[in-house]
């Protein structure tokens, strides 16, 4: 979907989707805690007990409801930090930072696609 130097701005306006235009204007840099966890516990279930040496079955939801108390609001440091006291022998990149875009870019993305570019397509179709 990239750029052709035949096109002009205007044509690629009207084929570009939401996930180019937010990948263009912004980059991922808000911390996404829930999915963080989300996928952090996943990585904890898949590799726990033999990688991370993991005790028993008890101990495996110990470890994951703790994960799942990790407070709102705390910064992707923290997280990590937190995760790294939680999970025995567990290596930062075990652990899932997941980021999104700003709000503000998100509703940029969307403003464009609903109302924007409609209106390009109609005239340079």
């Not at 997941?98 to 390009?120: L, M, R, T």
């Amino acid at each position: 979907m990239g750029y052709n130097e035949n096109e002009d701005f205007m044509h690629l306006m009207s084929r570009i989707n939401k996930d180019y235009l937010l990948n263009k204007i912004s980059n991922r840099s808000v911390f996404y805690l829930e999915e963080s966890r989300k996928e952090t516990i996943k990585t904890v279930k898949k590799y726990g007990i033999p990688l991370f040496e993991i005790k028993s079955g008890k101990h495996m939801s110990k470890i994951i409801k703790e994960i799942k108390d990790i407070e709102y609001g705390c910064s992707e440091e923290y997280f990590l930090r937190k995760v790294e006291s939680i999970v025995p022998n567990i290596d930062f990149e075990s652990i899932e930072i997941i980021k999104e875009y700003p709000s503000g870019s998100v509703v940029i993305a969307d403003i464009f696609e609903k109302y924007i570019q409609p209106k390009i397509k109609e005239e340079y179709k």
